[in-house]
């Protein structure tokens, strides 16, 4: 990977040989180390700017102190501890791996690139870096914002910020990191969007992108792609803008059926963003005829089925979504309240439909049995419903699969508590309350359980 600025590949003109597609963005530090990258100019174009430090000093190196003024320096000059008994590599997350990029010496410089619309409110970004010195109050910080920029010096580290048109023209092939929420709209429009978020366009679309990273001249040998739907970032009908500029960055020269088929997603999304779902649909349905293989359409064909009551049509083009891509099963999917306990209210205001949502999770789960959102999805509508064995069943599947889940044993102390099975009905509260299902609910059933009991004993 030691390419010369001559004969890296430039942007939108060379076919790029290494680009590496993921959902959670920590991977890109994984690819970057499997890859034995160092040194290297980081060029990441992310609405975040996923650089935290990662607290990697053993506490245990206290004990090794002789004095109370020795563990007092050791404290000064050590703020990061990391208490968790866990190894410093399985701290490492979708917000923080840029950090032990920077420490390993894959990344030697590193440049945000922010929407352009960031950099409309400098303070903001400002703002930003400043924040992180709250997390690690000891370290050396500087933050200046001058010429369209805005330059971090944090200890030994200079970060820089900036927009497409301000990227510095580099003299050597730089590490392209891409996050696909990057080309959506900016974090404060689609808060304002709600529940009409896929209604939104991107500000920017991947062949955009492209050619003005071409303009930049920008040179890479190696690419990282996120499409950061699991965390709520990327709606999953827009998933897709992942794999279209992977496409578009290694064959810059689209073939003819490639091309005309992003043209008609594209045009479906504005048919969409311009209310007229019809239009949309039939967008869809042309893409499909040019490459039925092809699982976002199927998805989003789907999600415009059911959104018109076309439930029939909208679970046979699920199924077949999942089928040909099976992360189309995701509990990010709008087809149901398939969502984490903080998102409850909403979950239960939105998604009173309960027949097809039922269908939909019952749809994935024949795909894949082994789904724990969905099987936690089809115990809350069994729940909501009061069909309390049925939701006992597969809550309690949902928990084997995935322990974790303080919203499905929430769930399921409901279910054993219409069914008097009280001392189930507690632990499954208790687990919740353990779990960080932070709702005012469990602690009023535990209650009302505990008085029960101490009725009856």
Known sequence: MGETPSSAALVGRDAIDNVVLMEDHERAYHAWKQARLSGRILLHSDAHIDWAWIGDKDPRVLLEARTSRQVESMLEARGLWNLTERASSELVHIGNYIYPALKEGIVREFYWVVPDRFMERPAEVVGCFQSLGTINPQARMTVTAADHAVVATIDDTTVTACSLPHVPRFREPVLLDIDTDFLLSDPWERARAGDDLWKLLPWIWPDELVQRLNERGVRTDFVTIAYL????????????????LALRLTHPRLPERDRRLLIEKRLAACDRHHNEPERAIARYEAALALAPEDA???????????????????????????????????AYNHFGPMYPSTMLERAQAEYERWEPATTLYRTIIESRPDHADALRGLGYVCAKQRRWDEAIVHLSRSIVLRPDAGFAHFWLGEAYGHRQRW?????????????????????RRLGNLYVRKRRFH
């Open 296 to 330: 976002s359409s199927h998805f989003n064909l789907a999600y415009l089925y059911d959104q018109r009551g076309a439930y029939d049509l909208a679970a046979r083009r699920y199924r077949e979504a999942v089928q040909l891509d099976p992360t189309y099963a995701t």
């Open 423 to 443: 001392d189930e009905a507690i632990d499954a509260y208790l687990t919740a309350l353990r779990l960080g299902f932070h709702n005012v609910a469990p602690h």
């Open 229 to 244: 739907v699991e965390g709520g970032f990327t709606p999953l009908g827009y998933k897709y803008l992942g794999d279209e």
